[in-house]
């Protein structure tokens, strides 16, 4: 039987329950920081920090779907890129005065 992503992150959280999981997803999320520091002092572990990215990407994506969150998130994440453009489009005029 073949999931879907969201099937997929569902019935984790139905198998090993939501203490679990944020457990987990908390867990994750250290794990690329751990990667970026090496990668900053000069090892190339470019591999490791995609692999790690693709966990944490598994983990929010159950957090989603946990808290019920994903209009609320797409909200936010549309609010916060169009800041970021903004940002970066002031950072370019004074960059060119």
């Given at each position: 039987?073949?999931?879907?992503?969201?099937?997929?992150?569902?019935?984790?959280?139905?198998?090993?329950?939501?203490?679990?999981?944020?457990?987990?997803?908390?867990?994750?999320?250290?794990?690329?920081?751990?990667?970026?520091?090496?990668?900053?002092?000069?090892?190339?572990?470019?591999?490791?920090?995609?692999?790690?990215?693709?966990?944490v990407?598994?983990?929010?994506?159950?957090?989603?779907?946990?808290?019920?969150?994903?209009?609320?998130?797409?909200?936010?994440?549309?609010?916060?890129?169009?800041?970021?453009?903004?940002?970066?489009?002031?950072?370019?005029?004074?960059e060119?005065?």
């Open positions: 039987m073949i999931l879907h992503d969201n099937a997929i992150c569902q019935a984790a959280l139905e198998t090993f329950g939501k203490e679990l999981q944020v457990t987990m997803a908390i867990e994750e999320m250290s794990e690329p920081t751990k990667e970026l520091c090496k990668n900053s002092r000069g090892q190339e572990n470019t591999p490791h920090i995609a692999e790690e990215i693709a966990d990407e598994i983990m929010l994506q159950q957090l989603v779907i946990l808290f019920d969150c994903k209009e609320t998130v797409d909200k936010y994440r549309q609010y916060k890129l169009e800041r970021l453009a903004g940002r970066i489009e002031e950072a370019n005029e004074h060119h005065e």
